[in-house]
């Protein structure tokens, strides 16, 4: 089993920037793929960003390209997600999500959730 634990979230404007944090307890990301999806009121979750553990490699949904980029940080076994020129239209609650293998953009795919951290863009 892995658990998530995210941080992070808050209340921000136009413009501005939020790091969110995904850490795993009980065991390590070595064999995962670490994802980030979003839930806005009254929409699916969706696809933000995701990182294939071991080999690095990210991937972006298109609405974020450019201003959001994950990392990671292997001794603190943390996903990270770094997120610039916000906007409200990125107003959501944000789930760490991981999974065994290869990375994959939709979250039935994803076996492990965290318990979300709200992120709010004020205009």
């Known amino acids: 089993q892995v658990q998530l634990v995210e941080s992070g979230g808050g209340l921000v404007q136009t413009g501005g920037s939020l790091r969110l944090s995904c850490a795993a307890s009980r065991r390590t990301f070595s064999n995962n793929a670490v994802g980030w999806f979003r839930q806005a009121p009254g929409k699916e979750r969706e696809f933000v960003a995701a990182?294939?553990?071991?080999?690095?490699?990210?991937y972006y949904a298109d609405s974020v390209k450019g201003r959001f980029t994950i990392s990671r940080d292997n001794a603190k076994n943390t996903v990270y997600l770094q997120m610039n020129s916000l906007k409200p239209e990125d107003t959501a609650v944000y789930y760490c999500?991981?999974?065994?293998?290869?990375?994959?953009?939709?979250?039935?795919?994803?076996?492990?959730w965290g318990q979300g951290t709200q992120v709010t863009v004020s205009s």
């Open positions: 999500a991981a999974r065994v293998g290869a990375v994959r953009v939709t979250r039935i795919d994803y076996e492990y």
């Open positions: 990182i294939r553990w071991s080999a690095g490699s990210t």
